[in-house]
């Protein structure tokens, strides 16, 4: 098994997915990353400050498919089943961590160890139009502000071309496990 540069802007498959985040099923809100991209190219031995002047403006888009058999549609709502909201927010902030990867790769030689990302709070969140089963979240997140530990973002989901959910958050990211 050859091993994976983290610093690509690239796509990743399911068990890149499960590299990265700690989540698994029935929390785990993102099937396949299919776009990364830095504000500024990144290489090894770049300086921190470097790295951070880079992080503004980075960007990454993930998929999630959402089927009938999820655990949230027996009671949210059987005969008129919705994907939650909060749920549609968590899935966002899951994408959001895959703009951090390159750079937490970057101030590591490359490697990525393990993220903790630990959600500080949500503004301007608006639900669009409802998420059902068989639809595919398309959700686009983007570096709208860092500080240290402290990324600011801003996302949207689409369902199939429309905006179904959109909003503005706050995270505090660490390597090593959870913030």
């Not at 709070?121 to 398309?138: A, K, N, S, T, Y």
């Amino acid at each position: 098994m050859t091993k994976r540069n983290w610093l690509e802007s690239s796509t990743l498959g399911p068990d890149e997915v499960l590299q990265v985040l700690p989540h698994r099923y029935p929390f785990l809100m993102v099937d396949r990353v299919l776009e990364i991209k830095t504000a500024k190219p990144l290489k090894l031995g770049m300086t921190d400050v470097e790295i951070n002047d880079a992080r503004k403006g980075s960007f990454a888009r993930a998929i999630k498919n959402v089927t009938f058999n999820e655990a949230q549609f027996q009671g949210h709502f059987p005969e008129n089943p919705i994907f939650p909201g909060v749920l549609s927010m968590e899935a966002m902030a899951q994408a959001a961590a895959f703009v951090t990867v390159p750079f937490v790769a970057a101030m590591h030689g490359g490697d990525l160890p393990r993220l903790g990302v630990v959600l500080a709070g949500f503004d301007g969140v608006r639900f669009r139009r409802p998420i059902r089963p068989g639809d595919q979240m398309d959700m686009r997140v983007t570096a709208t502000h860092c500080r240290g530990q402290l990324w600011t973002f801003e996302g949207q989901i689409l369902i199939e071309g429309k905006k179904a959910a959109e909003g503005n958050f706050l995270a505090h990211l660490s390597a090593g496990g959870m913030a």
